[in-house]
């Protein structure tokens, strides 16, 4: 039904590249995002929930429904037209991490209609998305 599958590998360590999902709210890397809010404040945990404000107004959100730190985080998210539910993945690889994101897109609305077309704009966004978070990460400082 349209899965998205998409990794980079980054040259960081699994603690950085874990620690960079887990403050979101202080990492945007998508192009048209103006803000981030976390809900609740305080440490990130199942429950949660990353609102993104983009341009013209629209609204997504990512909820992060488990997490086995440094390991996997369970997402959930209201992205317009599709209502997603997959994993974040992190292995740790020779001088750095495997990102891996799975997940399927759940399109609703018209797109419900065509479940490939919904997979396929997912997939482009992804692979987008995790270069420019391998960019931000190789760009950033080491941690000690």
Do not use: C
């Amino acid at each position: 039904m349209g899965m998205v599958e998409s990794s980079v590998t980054i040259a960081r360590p699994v603690e950085d590249v874990y620690r960079h999902f887990l403050d979101l709210d202080q990492n945007a890397t998508d192009p048209g995002t103006e803000s981030v809010a976390k809900e609740p404040p305080g440490p990130t945990e199942p429950g949660t929930l990353f609102r993104f404000q983009h341009g013209k107004g629209r609204q997504t959100t990512m909820r992060f429904v488990s997490i086995e730190p440094e390991r996997r985080i369970g997402i959930e998210g209201d992205v317009g037209p599709a209502k997603p539910t997959g994993d974040i993945l992190f292995e740790p690889t020779e001088g750095g991490t495997k990102l891996s994101v799975r997940f399927d897109p759940n399109p609703v609305g018209p797109l419900k209609l065509i479940p490939p077309l919904a997979g396929m704009i997912g997939q482009r966004i992804w692979d987008k998305r995790l270069v420019r978070i391998k960019a931000a990460l190789e760009g950033a400082p080491k941690s000690p």
